[in-house]
Antibody, heavy 119, light 106 residues
């Protein structure tokens, strides 16, 4: 069974970087596409980007200058880094696996982790 | 970006039929998908490609539509269906989500 679990700091100061880890079990991240999605207070959801089975990435243009998604295949983990955060980046962050490679919809989700940006 | 518009909330009685709508600001063909999110849980996939029922999802759920207008139907509604329902399109980049429809049971 595919399982994803997010981890990382729950509180980040403005202007700093947000770094999260998604640990995957039951499926290799060298297959399929793996993404990050966030849900803001008030329920708006935003697709942030993905890293593919080959290590290629794609990002939401609204974040392109601040975001980086990388991976460690030896640990079956992938990572989110979001730079220069503001209070507007306060959200619950989810990692997810696409239904199949390039399908662009999400079959498996982590539980989510709340990140608050505050001084 | 493609904007997906959903009604914010609906209230229905158990046993009734409910339709949840999602309108896209431009055509998304049939590349529309639906998720259910219960409080404190992650979203789960219900319907993909507008009308395909995800494995393990009860047949009470169905989806329809193409182009700009899509519908998620639950018939009959059960108490366990209390949740927020999101549509998501994957035809245009970047993929986008609707604002969610909160379904409450009377």
């Amino acid at each position: 069974e595919v399982q994803l679990q997010e981890s990382g700091p729950g509180l980040v100061k403005p202007s700093q970087s947000l770094s999260l880890t998604c640990s995957v079990t039951g499926y290799s991240i060298t297959s399929n596409y793996w993404g990050w999605i966030r849900k803001f207070p008030g329920n708006k959801m935003e697709w942030m980007g993905y890293i593919s089975y080959s290590g290629s990435t794609s990002y939401n243009p609204s974040l392109k200058s601040r975001i980086s998604i990388t991976r460690d295949t030896s640990k079956n983990q992938f990572f989110l880094q979001l730079n220069s955060v503001t209070t507007e980046d306060t959200a619950t962050y989810y990692c997810a696996r696409e239904y199949y490679s390039g399908s662009n919809w999400f079959a498996y989700w982590g539980q989510g982790t709340l990140v608050t940006v505050s001084s | 970006d493609t904007v997906l518009t959903q009604s914010p909330a609906l209230a229905v009685s158990p046993g009734e039929r409910v339709t949840i709508s999602c309108r896209a600001s431009e055509s998304v063909s049939t590349l529309m998908h639906w998720y259910q999110q219960k409080p404190g849980q992650q979203p789960t996939l219900l319907i993909y490609l507008a009308s395909n029922l995800e494995s393990g999802v009860p047949a009470r759920f169905s989806g329809s539509g193409s182009g700009t207008d899509f519908t998620l139907t639950i018939d009959p509604v059960e108490a366990d269906d209390t949740a927020t329902y999101y549509c998501q399109q994957s035809w245009n980049d970047p993929r986008t989500f609707g604002g969610g429809t909160k379904l409450e049971l009377k």
